[in-house]
Structures are given as C-alpha cells and as structure tokens.
C-alpha cells in the first residue's frame, strides 16, 4: 500500500522533470532572431505640370433647332387649284420665286381685260374733254373783253368740271386695271424664299377661297438655336450689343449623336433676346446656322434638320493666367494635392473660376512648373512619399490661335485616371466666383 502512494508521488515529479529538461533543451537549440526594418511602398500617382495660360472658357448650353423664318401660305384669290410643282409634299424644298401652285386664272384674265377696255374707255373720254376744253379756250379768247364775266362762269365755258371728272375716271380704270392685274398675279403661288414646305393644306383639283390656308413653309437659309445661359455665366461670354443688328464673332460648337456618332456644327452667336427669365434668371441668347440643310455645294457639314437637340459649346473671354485642371481632382475646402521638391504630398489651397462641367480653371494658388496629383487620394495621405508614374501638362479650353500650348492628351489622361481613382464629392458652393 505505501508503494502505491509513493508510485502515485514520485511519477507525477519524473514527468514535470522530463517535460523541464526537453523545454530547457529547446530553449538552447532555438534559431537565432533577426531584426529587419519595416519596408515603405510610395503612392503611385500621376501629375500635371502646371502651365498657366490665357484661356477661353466654353460655357456649355441646350437648345433646339427652329427656322430663321417660318410663313403660312393664304390664298388671296378664288378658284380651283389647276397646277402643282412637283417639290409641292412635305419636306419638299423649293427656291425663292419658285411656282408652288396656281389657281384657275380665267375668271381674272376676263376681269383684266375688261379693266384695261374701261381704261380705254376712259382714256378716250378724257382726249375728247381735253378737245373741247381746248375749243371753249380759244372761243373765249375772242369773246370781248367787256363780255367776260365771274371765274365761275369762266370755268364752266371751258369745261373744267368735265374734264376734271374724266380725268378722275381715268385714274379709277387705271387702278381698276393695277387691281385685275394684282388678283391675276396672285393665282400664282411662288416661294418667298429658299424653303422646305412643312405642311399641306391643299391639293390639285382643290376649290380655294380668299383667306384658305395653303400651305406652310420655312426658310432654310439659316437656322437659329436659343440657349438659355445663367445669369452667373454670362461674364465669361461676349454678348451681342442690344442695339447691335450684326452677328458678333463668338464661336458656337454645336453637337449632337447621330446614330451613335457625334455630329458638329459651327454657329455664331447672332443676339440676346434682351430680358432675364423671371423664375429661372437666365438669358436666352439665339445661335445662328448658315445652310442648316447642307443644300450649298461648299457645305462640309450633315444636314441640321429643324426640331435637332442639340449641346453647344460657346467660345468664352479670353482669360489671363489660368491653370486648367480636371475637377475630379478638387477636395473639399477648394484644396488640390501637389508634390513638393522632396517627393512628397502637399494639400495647396486653390481659387477658380464658378464653372461647371469637368473642368476647373484655377486662378490663383497654382504656379509653373507646380506638380498637381491627377490621382484622387483622401486626407490621410497627407506628406506621404510619392512615386510618379505619368507626367503631363495642365491645359483645356480655347486656346489662342497662335498658342502651341495647350496638350490635348490631358483630357485623356484625366479621364483614364479618373476612372481608376476613387471620386471626390464636388462642392460648387465653396467656389470662389473669379
């Protein structure tokens, strides 16, 4: 029984003592321990290279196409449509002075013809009281001159009351006869100028009356797009003058998808309509396009037809010393990322322009030669380490024509960044207005 105990006592101990012995052993044996530092990974990022530069800012508008002039064709005269053109359906053009229809001219060549008879008529018995009158002179010269009596009487011997109606009757046949010729003129229906007939209301073998609506046409000489431009915009445009009749030469870039492509066309910006929306406070300005329909051989462009959606791009002011930049990159507090001399982030603090669209124009904070990150990166980035892996040059906008500047592969490189890097919010209202 005591062996048992003791067994029971000592096994237990020869077991932690074994277990000591091995861990001790363990302990010696153990690989030796290398310290190493921690490795740092700079953030990849691309930059522009600032490059200020006199600038035209596009101001970005919406509108529709509608024609310079459109006319509602009225019959003047009655009768039975007896001739058509063959341009005479919807959508046909016709030239100006171009016959669209005549009406039955019969009835009006009788009415002219007895027009010009009564003139005859009239102009015959005029020669004849102009005979007499001239017969009664001559006989009152011999009467003696104590026999002559009142300037009544006188008048009367000569006969001017007769000739004065004869004239009157002569001059009522003539505009008898300018009236027959007017009503035989209006059977013929011309074109008043280059058109595109909208609609018909009329047809061959139909019996018109004064005042039937015949037709509807508009010009297509020119086309105008109203667009609507805030009131905070218009500062950077340069707008007609209210008294001026003649077209300013402020470019207007038209555009629109044409079955899946985009199709341009150049405009000038011709007037204002001179008073501010009540409710919106925008102004309508009138775009105005030479040969909308492409009829002109010299006419590069693809019909603009009238009804067309279309954007516009309006040439801005020139503005001096801007830095265009794409305004994804904008955080919050009017604050961009540049890169220092040593490499490393820095948050610059920026004033642009109050524009929209997805360029920001940068007046002020930005200099040459500054590196402004094109990648959007959080707060927390603040002073690290960068490594630069694509460099261009800022510039967007309207360029002056002699300018080499502006590179248009920043747009591109903006967008495929843009794409790549997380968006920043966008707060317009902490822009400051330049």
Request: glycine share 6%; proline share 6%; aromatic share 6%.
């Amino acid at each position: 029984m005591a062996t048992k105990l003791l067994s029971k006592k000592v096994l237990p101990l020869l077991m932690l003592t074994a277990a000591a012995a091995v861990s001790y052993l363990m302990y010696l044996n153990r690989p030796t321990s290398e310290t190493t530092e921690p490795v740092y990974v700079p953030v990849t990022i691309d930059v522009a290279e600032v490059v200020r530069q006199d600038l035209r800012i596009p101001i970005q508008a919406q509108g529709s196409v509608a024609p310079l002039r459109q006319t509602n064709l009225i019959s003047e005269v009655s009768g039975n449509i007896v001739e058509v053109s063959p341009a005479f359906n919807v959508g046909g053009f016709v030239s100006a002075g171009e016959v669209i229809l005549r009406i039955d001219p019969r009835n009006y060549q009788t009415r002219l013809l007895q027009a010009q008879a009564a003139l005859e008529s009239a102009n015959s018995n005029l020669a004849q009281e102009k005979g007499r009158a001239q017969v009664a002179l001559n006989e009152w010269e011999k009467l003696p001159k104590g026999s002559q009596r009142s300037q009544a009487a006188k008048d009367l011997y000569l006969r001017k009351p007769q000739l004065g109606q004869a004239e009157a009757q002569s001059l009522a046949a003539q505009a008898d006869l300018g009236t027959a010729r007017d009503d035989l003129e209006r059977t013929i229906i011309r074109a008043p100028y280059d058109a595109l007939i909208s609609k018909k209301h009329s047809e061959l073998g139909q019996f018109v009356s004064m005042g039937t609506q015949l037709a509807e046409i508009f010009s297509v000489d020119y086309a105008e797009v109203r667009l609507a431009i805030p009131q905070s915009k218009l500062t950077y445009i340069e707008l007609p003058g209210l008294a001026s009749t003649e077209s300013m030469n402020t470019q207007v870039d038209l555009y629109t998808d044409v079955s899946g492509e985009v199709k341009h066309w150049p405009a000038t910006l011709h007037r204002t309509e001179g008073t501010y929306d009540e409710r919106s406070r925008v102004l309508h300005t009138v775009a105005r396009v030479s040969d909308p329909y492409a009829l002109s051989k010299d006419n590069e462009y693809p019909p603009l037809r009238i009804g067309t959606f279309v954007n516009a791009n309006i040439q801005g002011k020139l503005q001096a010393d801007l830095v265009a930049l794409p305004r994804y990159i904008l955080r919050a507090g009017n604050a961009v990322w540049t890169v220092d001399e040593n490499q490393q982030l820095r948050s610059r603090k920026v004033t642009i322009l109050r524009t929209g669209g997805d360029t920001m124009y940068v007046t002020a904070g930005l200099q040459d030669g500054d590196l402004v990150s094109l990648t959007a990166l959080d707060s927390n980035f603040a002073g690290a380490k960068v490594n630069i892996v694509s460099r261009t040059k800022t510039g967007a906008g309207t360029p002056l024509p002699d300018d080499p500047v502006i590179l248009p592969e920043l747009a591109e490189d903006s967008a495929s960044t843009a794409a790549k890097a997380p968006q920043i919010p966008q707060n317009d209202s902490h822009s400051d207005a330049g």
